[in-house]
């Protein structure tokens, strides 16, 4: 099983950037994708979820309502979208699968596999 996130790179504050995760070695289907954050010196913590069985989103506080996950079983790929990035939004983020239904997605022990990050950087 292998994840690979893409898509980080340099953004002024303000701006937008779309990162995706390309799952491959799994029926695509049959996992939820989180996508968590972790920035230097601090705490992982979740970003957000697509849900296997209808694609659902959850979105952790932080971000909702600037952040929008997305799911494309033909490309076993799931995007995010983050608009109106802030500095704090800063960090590696990373993509993981896992058979949740979401009553657990903001938990990293709820997934099975994990991307290898990529870095958002949002600075001026």
């Known amino acids: 099983v292998q994840l690979q996130a893409s898509g980080g790179g340099l953004v002024q504050p303000g701006g937008s950037l779309r990162v995706s995760c390309a799952a491959s070695?799994?029926?695509?289907?049959?996992?939820?994708i989180g996508w968590f954050r972790q920035a230097s010196g601090k705490a992982r913590e979740p970003v957000s979820f697509?849900?296997?069985?209808?694609?659902?989103?959850y979105y952790a506080p932080a971000v909702k309502g600037r952040v929008t996950i997305s799911r494309d079983s033909a490309k076993n790929t799931v995007y995010l979208q983050m608009n109106s990035l802030k500095p704090e939004d800063t960090a590696t983020y990373y993509c993981?699968?896992?058979?949740?239904?979401?009553?657990?997605?903001?938990?990293?022990?709820?997934?099975?596999?994990w991307g290898q990050g990529t870095l958002v950087t949002v600075s001026s």
């Open positions: 993981a699968a896992g058979k949740t239904d979401g009553r657990r997605w903001s938990r990293g022990a709820a997934y099975d596999y």
């Open positions: 070695g799994l029926t695509f289907d049959n996992y939820g």
């Open positions: 697509s849900r296997t069985s209808d694609g659902a989103p």
